[in-house]
């Protein structure tokens, strides 16, 4: 029953998005690492805005925050500011072109780390480096991957 109604499928590969958030990488290549849980977030928002809302993106941002040890609310508040954009216009996002869509990502993406970084800072007093954004730009990168291999996994296991 679970399997047809698509939430096995969803629930896979948000725990594969919050894994790859925290699984160990080369030193060098961790201030890389792209923003999983957002890419992820954005293209479910963007197929499937029937069944992703605003209530899956607080849960996600919820385990995120726990996740990585944050106070409790920055991670939920980032992500459910960041994908209302992506809720509220996903029709248009849609027709973008890949190119055009990784922009809109490395924006989101963006607004989502500087949130996090701006309550990071009053909180905690963390201390802003460059090093810090680069994941917009590999996450922009990653985007059209992304995108084409959920797309075919959501239309493998016919996710509606």
Known sequence: MWIKSGLIPLLVSYIVALVLMVMPMPAFMEPWRPDWLSLVIIYWVMALPHRVGMGSVLVLGLVADILMGSVFGIYATALLIMAYPAIRHFQRIRNYSFTQQALVVAI???VKRIIVYE?????NDAVFQLAY???VISSAIAWPWVYLILRKYRRHYLVR
């Open 108 to 110: 989101l993406v963006m």
């Open 119 to 123: 309550l990071e800072h009053v909180l």
């Open 133 to 135: 954004l680069y994941p």
